[in-house]
């Protein structure tokens, strides 16, 4: 494998455990819309495009109001996520003290990942940042438009890291090295084996260890 010299990040249950704070938003603003109790897994099933085409899916008569009140309730309950995973901060650090250009392409709204990258502190590592839309996963497009913009990197240089088995069907996609975070409780590191990704790490200090042998 070619030195890295870029890396593209995933950012729900790869650089934080989000998914817990995403569904209880979820939950909190739509719920009251629909009138009905929502489970884990309708919730989960409508993903894919961002949080404001989970709510088309979820209350679609209610969209502006059910957009407006995720937004704040993802904000508000915050807490349930207030940090990064442990050595996330550090690695993007060090990551940038070698010159190591980083981006993000990420299934979330742009709205919700700003919130998330300002409680994390994590809003000036990226140079480019590729969120989701509402009308579907956009994740192979996204990269992409990362690799044109590293202008004068070659593909073989890039990595994306990633948790979901999207992640790894986008990188394929698109023909760039796919790392599997399979770190967060949140991850099914079997559906991510079966997709073969190229590497697979269970801890981010394991992940780190080896980045550091190939850049």
Same mark, same amino acid.
């Not at 455990?17 to 919730?43: G, K, W, Y």
């Not at 399979?182 to 260890?209: M, Q, V």
């Given at each position: ?11 729900d ?6 998914l817990?704070l ?6 909190q603003?739509?719920?009251p ?5 929502i ?7 409508t993903?894919?495009?961002s ?19 995720y937004?704040?309730?993802y ?15 550090e690695? *993007?650090? /060090? =990551?940038?003290?070698?010159? !190591?250009?980083i ?8 709205y919700? &990942?700003? @919130? ?9 590592f ?25 202008y ?24 760039v ?13 079997e559906? *991510?084996i /079966? =997709?073969?990704?190229?590497? !697979?790490f ?10 550091? &042998?190939? @850049?």
């Amino acid at each position: 494998m070619q030195k890295i010299k870029a890396i593209i990040f995933d950012l729900d249950g790869t650089l934080a455990n989000t998914l817990p704070l995403c569904i209880e938003a979820f939950r909190q603003s739509v719920e009251p819309l629909i009138n009905r109790s929502i489970s884990d897994t309708e919730i989960i099933a409508t993903f894919g495009p961002s949080e404001e085409g989970t709510i088309m899916a979820l209350t679609p008569n209610n969209y502006d109001k059910g957009v407006a009140d995720y937004l704040k309730f993802y904000k508000n309950l915050h807490n349930i996520c207030p940090t990064p995973f442990d050595g996330i901060k550090e690695l *993007l650090v /060090a =990551l940038k003290e070698k010159s !190591i250009r980083i981006a993000m392409v990420t299934g979330k709204g742009k709205y919700s &990942t700003a @919130i998330s990258l300002q409680q994390f502190g994590l809003q000036n590592f990226f140079e480019l940042i590729e969120t989701g839309s509402p009308t579907g996963a956009r994740k192979a497009e996204g990269i992409q438009l990362v690799l044109d913009f590293l202008y004068g990197i070659k593909k073989e240089e890039v990595i994306y890291v990633g948790d979901a088995p999207s992640d790894i069907i986008a990188s394929k996609s698109v023909g760039v090295t796919v790392v599997a975070a399979a770190w967060a409780t949140t991850a099914a590191p079997e559906k *991510l084996i /079966a =997709l073969l990704p190229d590497k !697979i790490f269970y801890t981010i200090k394991n992940f780190a260890n080896w980045l550091y &042998t190939t @850049i």
